[in-house]
């Protein structure tokens, strides 16, 4: 499967944006989903994950009520939309994908089968 990362970019502290990707070479449906972050120097963290239907997410401690995931699989792509961003937020998010069954979802880099490249979000303060 392929994974394209998109809507990264430089927003002031308090700010958001709206981060998307797109897949292709499977059905997205029989995916979960998950998003993660690398900060320089810094080990690469989860942030996000939804389960094939939509109906399970799961967030980090640190996110928790400023982020949501999303899907919209007759679209094939999986959203991250970040609100309140603070300056701690700024990273490289990727996406990745994995096939599941019913409601599961994953919340390690190691679970994961298939990434994308990635897309940086810098938050100035």
């Known amino acids: 499967v392929q994974l394209q990362a998109s809507g990264g970019g430089l927003v002031q502290a308090g700010g958001s944006l709206r981060l998307s990707c797109a897949a292709s070479?499977?059905?997205?449906?029989?995916?979960?989903m998950g998003w993660f972050r690398q900060a320089p120097g810094k080990e690469r963290e989860f942030v996000a994950a939804i389960s094939r239907s939509g109906g399970n997410t799961a967030y980090a401690d640190s996110v928790k009520g400023r982020f949501t995931i999303s899907r919209d699989n007759a679209k094939n792509t999986v959203y991250l939309q970040m609100d309140s961003l603070k300056p701690e937020d700024t990273a490289v998010y990727s996406c990745a994908s994995r096939p599941s069954i019913i409601s599961i979802l994953w919340t390690t880099p190691g679970e994961y089968t298939d990434w994308g490249q990635g897309t940086q979000v810098t938050v100035s303060s």
């Open positions: 070479g499977r059905p997205f449906s029989r995916d979960a």
